[in-house]
């Protein structure tokens, strides 16, 4: 069984997915912390209703990034974390941060990566025309969505979409990858070499593949 801390800035929708599998059974772990640099964010509330404890670190109470980092570190260590998972946390981590948790941090992210990094990146699939888009789970690095990838969902992009039609697509498909990214973390299944993350027993289904519009519309 892991402990997992996670980080969160507002309303923590893919938190709760990772609550709700942890208590299925689904995640062999529990999330120890929840910890929020916003003091009013509902993830808090999320977690405060389902009895895990919750800390505040404003950054607006820090000097600095590294000050601040240094802080969620202390507290991610008094709950002796495993693995750190950001749920819509909107700060990047310094490198001494991720110097103590090299290889322990992952991340969810609303795009295919390495396209459309950063932020405002479903209005941007929208607006470049793109066929598909979808979700990525990585481990985070120094970079903004630079990190190595764990797991990938796709879905469809029309050209009518709104971001708020592609959003719902897209977070549906977050629920389900960031559990099962976790998940293979606990079981040691994944392994970092380079740029690539191998997973071990994967299956290969080379006929696994999506067109859009279809070759029968």
């Not at 912390?33 to 404890?53: F, H, W």
Request: with cysteine.
């Amino acid at each position: 069984m892991i402990r997992i801390g996670v980080l969160v800035s507002g309303s923590g929708s893919n938190l709760a997915s990772i609550i709700d599998a942890c208590n299925e059974g689904r995640i062999d772990g529990e999330v120890s912390v929840v910890i929020s640099n916003v003091a009013d964010a509902y993830a808090l509330q999320r977690a405060e209703n389902r009895g895990i404890p919750t800390e505040v670190v404003r950054h607006d109470d820090c000097p600095d990034r590294q000050s601040f980092d240094m802080r969620i570190v202390s507290t991610l260590e008094k709950y002796q974390v495993d693995l750190v998972a950001l749920a819509g946390f909107m700060r990047v981590l310094t490198p001494e941060f991720l110097s103590r948790y090299s290889g322990r941090v992952m991340n969810i992210h609303p795009a295919l990566l390495p396209s459309f990094p950063g932020l405002g990146v479903r209005q941007k699939a929208i607006d470049h025309g793109v066929r598909f888009s979808g979700c990525t789970v990585h481990f985070v690095d120094a970079g903004v969505d630079t990190g190595p990838i764990i797991i990938q969902a796709v879905v469809p992009v029309y050209p009518d979409d709104t971001e708020d039609e592609l959003k719902n697509r897209i977070l549906a498909l977050e629920h389900q990858i960031y559990p099962r990214a976790i998940q293979l973390f606990a079981q040691g299944d994944l392994e970092i070499v380079g740029r690539k993350v191998f997973v071990n027993n994967i299956m290969k289904e080379d006929s696994q593949c999506l067109i859009n519009p279809p070759l029968n519309n």
